[in-house]
């Protein structure tokens, strides 16, 4: 199957889901609307993601053995600095000695590994607003005390992050609220965006009206940056 197909395949599929979610949700018989908007757009988006890094993946030539992506949560120990930190001696010393216990267990949508090394974490969403960034980039903080040369990506099907984000240009310059708080984090986090213009809720995509359509162009832009950070890992 060439690179075109696999795209028109993945088209097909986002014009079958987005045409046909809201019908499915309004008749659902267990779950409240709004939960299968989610849940169907966040599982689109995640299974897009997956494709597109195997089809970068293959397009540099690469055997697939050698890529392999889970979403297994990270165990995340407990940063020691902070026993010292603790005022109340008895609550210090009964987390110093229980300390291996302590730990947080994380994870991105997607974790690629190449040859069993986890090298890329990709956040998968439907739409991110600068609120929801700030938890993205916690979690990738939290992920790299475990993994220092861990890079990030956040996959997005619509952009509510200000900015040009949405613009689909080959260079997004962003939004003033999105780099101040991506200031604060020590690695970058490269944002990529599939359907243009700014999300707006009153206009959702699953509607009609306000449908969006998605692009070759837009699934090709997506496999070229996966493709620069895959290629620092081969």
Request: glycine share 6%; with cysteine; hydrophobic share 40%.
């Amino acid at each position: 199957m060439s690179t075109d197909e696999e795209l028109e395949g993945i088209i097909d599929a986002y014009e079958y889901l987005v045409g046909g979610i809201d019908e499915e949700a309004q008749h659902h018989a267990t779950r409240a609307y709004g939960g299968v908007i989610r849940a169907g757009k966040g599982s689109l988006v995640e299974s897009i993601a997956r494709q597109l890094v195997q089809i970068a993946w293959g397009l540099m030539g690469q055997p697939s053995y050698r890529l392999t992506i889970d979403k297994k949560r990270i165990s995340v120990p407990m940063n020691r600095g902070y026993v010292e930190r603790i005022q109340n001696a008895a609550v210090r010393q009964h987390v110093s000695r229980n300390i291996a216990d302590y730990h947080f267990r994380v994870s991105a949508d997607l974790h690629i590994h190449i040859d069993g090394v986890f090298s890329i974490a990709v956040e998968c969403k439907a739409f991110t607003e600068n609120a929801m960034i700030k938890r993205v980039l916690f979690d990738c903080s939290l992920l790299k005390r475990v993994y220092p040369e861990l890079e990030f990506l956040l996959f997005q099907l619509e952009s509510q992050l200000g900015g040009d984000y949405s613009n689909l240009m080959d260079i997004a310059y962003g939004s003033y609220s999105t780099h101040t708080l991506l200031s604060f984090f020590d690695f970058p986090l490269n944002i990529v965006t599939l359907l243009e213009g700014e999300r707006s809720p009153d206009e959702p995509i699953h509607k009609p009206e306000y449908y969006k359509p998605l692009t070759k162009e837009s699934l090709y832009r997506a496999i070229d940056v996966f493709r620069g950070v895959l290629e620092k890992h081969k």
